[in-house]
């Protein structure tokens, strides 16, 4: 694939905020003709800079096959960031497989991963390239550690991960996490040990301190199937992942989601949570990662600390993560086809080079180093 001013980008779920962000990362980065798509036309041309002409604004709706095929029929590749993900599953990915389209998804996971597994073969024979996961998280917080391994580690022997995020909840993100918890996606009060799965010795909440503006948060540990391939395509003997709240009752109250669901159902519950703000309202959006890693470079024990912080909510930099994406897949013209998750498959290195360049920046510490340097 050749980068090409005229090669069309289309993304789906434009004026959420996620493709909000896509839209003008890659508007501000790159000079890639774009293909707006959502339900409400007037709110893209409200919402974006009519004067550009790079951009293209065009009503569909996801449930319209027909429109749905003619969106993806104009474009190279889509990157998809409408949602909530459960309920769009695989109507955009079937869409681009029909038209012969490259498909770039913010969201998906282990159920869109397993559904187009089953598509693979028709996927590789039109020489497509399919990458789910491409958000912040599954996505970013699988792509940062392995970027650090790759640069600073011989040997992995231990890896602690923690995210947090917090800022007011979209329909689309309480959607999917009401859904996440119902299908429990994600493998709780887990870790991984020596390539297994395994349960956490004291089955209660942690409280830990994590460094600003994050401070101190409840720590709850998760293995999902994106971190748990990364880990083991790695080597990594030992991994932690904790998903971080501000208050113990946040986690407590995720287990009431069950019981609520059944009673006011899906919608109604996302519905009375969208809006509701996570975090510490005391403090701005933001968005960190904080890991230690622990192992072996050049026959010597050495530790590093990694941190990324945007100042903005989950949704937008996810939006963030998927422009970045789009542009590596078009800058190095790949020769693999199929269904990957997207550490599989993209260069870590560029990614975060991309990151640094719009302003998202990733600090390491060397915290132990007995001998030798790194380079």
């Given amino acids: 694939m050749k980068k090409e001013k005229y090669n069309t980008i289309g993304i789906l779920g434009a004026t959420g905020s996620v493709g909000k962000k896509a839209a003008k990362t890659l508007m501000e980065h790159t000079d890639y003709k774009l293909l707006l798509g959502s339900r409400d036309k007037n709110k893209l041309e409200t919402m974006f800079d009519v004067s550009d002409s790079i951009k293209e604004y065009v009503q569909v709706d996801i449930n319209n096959k027909v429109q749905l095929e003619e969106f993806c029929s104009r474009c190279s590749?889509?990157?998809?960031?409408?949602?909530?993900?459960?309920?769009?599953?695989?109507?955009?990915?079937?869409?681009?497989?029909?038209?012969?389209?490259?498909?770039?998804?913010?969201?998906?996971?282990?159920?869109l991963y397993e559904l187009l597994k089953t598509k693979e073969d028709i996927i590789r024979s039109k020489k497509l390239l399919f990458i789910i996961a491409c958000g912040v998280y599954p996505g970013l917080?699988?792509?940062?550690?392995?970027?650090?391994?790759?640069?600073?580690?011989?040997l992995v022997n231990s890896l602690k991960f923690?995210?947090?995020?917090?800022?007011?909840?979209?329909?689309?993100?309480?959607?999917?996490?009401?859904?996440?918890?119902?299908?429990?996606?994600?493998?709780?009060?887990?870790?991984?040990?020596?390539?297994?799965?395994?349960?956490?010795?004291?089955?209660?909440?942690?409280?830990?301190?994590?460094?600003?503006?994050a401070g101190s948060r409840y720590c709850y540990p998760i293995i999902n199937v994106?971190?748990?391939?990364?880990c083991q395509n790695n080597n990594i003997d030992e991994a932690y992942f904790y998903n971080t709240f501000y208050n113990k009752e946040d986690i407590e109250?995720?287990?009431?989601?069950?019981?609520?669901?059944?009673?006011?159902?899906?919608?109604?519950?996302?519905?009375?949570?969208?809006?509701q703000f996570v975090g510490d309202s005391s403090l701005r959006d933001f968005t960190m990662i904080y890991m230690t890693c622990e192992g072996i470079k050049d026959n010597s024990e050495i530790e590093i600390e990694g941190k990324m912080l945007y100042q903005g909510a989950g949704n937008d930099i996810s939006g963030i993560v998927g422009a970045n994406v789009i542009e590596i897949i078009m800058d190095t013209e790949p020769n693999e086809h199929g269904i990957y998750y997207v550490t599989d498959i993209i260069s870590v290195d560029s990614f975060i080079d991309k990151m640094n360049n719009k302003g998202i920046m990733f600090y390491e510490t060397i915290k132990e180093y007995e001998e030798g340097e790194i380079i």
């Fill in 77 to 111: 590749m889509v990157l998809n960031c409408s949602g909530p993900s459960e309920i769009i599953l695989e109507k955009v990915a079937l869409a681009c497989i029909e038209r012969g389209v490259h498909y770039v998804d913010v969201s998906g996971g282990e159920k």
């Fill in 141 to 154: 917080t699988e792509i940062y550690p392995k970027y650090i391994i790759k640069k600073y580690f011989d």
């Fill in 162 to 213: 923690y995210f947090t995020t917090q800022g007011k909840l979209s329909f689309s993100s309480a959607y999917d996490y009401i859904c996440g918890i119902l299908n429990k996606v994600g493998k709780g009060m887990k870790y991984i040990d020596r390539g297994c799965i395994t349960s956490v010795d004291n089955n209660k909440i942690q409280e830990c301190s994590l460094p600003e503006p």
């Fill in 226 to 230: 994106e971190f748990e391939k990364m």
């Fill in 253 to 275: 109250n995720a287990m009431l989601i069950i019981k609520d669901s059944k009673r006011l159902g899906k919608d109604v519950l996302a519905k009375n949570m969208t809006g």
